[in-house]
């Protein structure tokens, strides 16, 4: 079973809907995070999170929201979908505790379609 | 945070060495030296990480010159599996919120 698990691995979606990614891993990490990869280019940090009480924007927030729920949940929202939203999205962990506290475990992220 | 410079895109052997080089001349002390994949549309791949000294795991070498100006990883050899895009990314410890990626190295191993 993968450490870092995200759902839906796809969804497509209509321009204003409000739409969901989940995200839980199961490797004990503080630190939680989103990305959203447009095809061909790198990763973009939207929201990171140090612990469940600690929210943080990234480069690209505007659009989006995120919910800790536990220290293991990390949800993405989009609260009205927009087509250039389309994009995969992926959600990390990383634990700063340990030696190699810049280590970024991903999950196998979540093609997100809007139309 | 260092920039890094790396090739677009390499080609190697199956079976072969692959080395890839990175420039990072810009790298203060107390920054690290970070090598990720990324094969295509799955999520990005921690390989190996290192400060001054060279690193070995079961996936790869960090070679980091003495200056740590630049550094190398290799793949000591090759399979096809091995084709993805490989990132060189320059951070402090307690940074990880600014890992940004790059465009890397398209490294493609062939038969």
């Known amino acids: 079973d993968a450490d870092v698990t995200q759902t839906p691995r796809n969804r497509i979606t209509k321009t204003g809907k409000r739409i969901m990614l989940e995200c839980s891993q199961t490797k004990g990490h503080d630190r939680m995070y989103w990305y959203r990869q447009d095809p061909g280019l790198g990763l973009q940090l939207i929201y990171y999170?140090?612990?469940?009480?600690?929210?943080n924007k990234g480069e690209i927030s505007d659009g989006y929201s995120v919910s800790r729920q536990a220290q293991a949940k990390f949800s993405l929202s989009l609260e009205s979908a927009i087509p250039n939203q389309t994009a995969l999205y992926f959600c990390?962990?990383?634990?700063?505790?340990?030696?190699?506290?810049?280590?970024?475990?991903f999950g196998e992220g979540s093609w997100l379609t809007v139309v | 945070d260092a920039k890094t410079t790396q090739p677009p895109s390499m080609d190697c052997a199956e079976g072969r060495a692959a080395n890839l080089p990175c420039n990072h001349s810009t790298i203060s002390g107390n920054e690290y030296v970070y090598w990720y994949r990324q094969i295509h549309s799955q999520g990005p791949q921690y390989i190996i990480h290192g400060l001054k000294n060279n690193e070995t795991n079961e996936m790869a070498s960090l070679i980091i010159t003495e200056d740590r100006k630049s550094s190398t990883l290799i793949l000591p050899h090759a399979t096809l599996r091995d084709t993805a895009v490989y990132y060189c990314?320059?951070?402090?410890?307690?940074?990880?919120?600014?890992?940004?990626f790059g465009t890397g190295t398209r490294l493609q191993v062939t038969l």
């Open positions: 990390a962990t990383s634990d700063l505790r340990r030696r190699s506290g810049n280590t970024i475990y």
């Open positions: 990314i320059v951070l402090r410890t307690g940074t990880a919120s600014k890992l940004t």
């Open positions: 999170s140090f612990d469940v009480k600690d929210i």
